[in-house]
């Protein structure tokens, strides 16, 4: 009996005595990096060239500023960036076809509107960019 008594009280202290392996929390699958960065810059000017190009009517569409975004960093495909930018119209119709860059904004008392986009952006590794939605 003793000895049965010495077996289990020594297997409760072993067993006291284990440790837990560290817990090691994942890591965030949405980077937030800041709005003024030159990567998140160059997709809002991505984003807008490719919303232009698909106006057929109205005026030119302007970055007046990158409200929020979040990039989600996939190793093999590249980034996704998930923008939200505030667009103002430009004195250019989408039918010259001109860049938002080379326009200039609309006096705010004559703008017609101030939208805000969220849309999804794919930046490929391979250099290739895809406007998922707006």
Request: charged share 15%; aromatic share 12%; proline share 4%.
């Amino acid at each position: 009996m003793t000895l049965l008594f010495l077996l289990l009280f020594g297997s409760q202290l072993l067993c006291s005595w284990a440790v837990s392996p560290p817990v090691v929390e994942p890591p965030s699958l949405l980077l937030s990096p800041a709005c003024n960065d030159s990567a998140v810059e160059a997709a809002a000017d991505l984003a807008l060239r490719q919303i232009n190009a698909n106006q057929r009517e109205g005026y030119v569409l302007s970055l007046y500023r990158i409200f929020s975004v979040q990039e989600h960093h996939q190793k093999i495909t590249g980034s996704v960036f998930y923008l939200t930018l505030d667009v103002v119209e430009t004195e250019c119709h989408v039918l010259s076809r001109r860049l938002w860059k080379d326009c200039t904004n609309r006096p705010m008392h004559q703008t017609v509107r101030i939208c805000f986009i969220y849309l999804f952006l794919d930046l490929s590794v391979h250099g290739s960019v895809w406007l998922r939605y707006y």
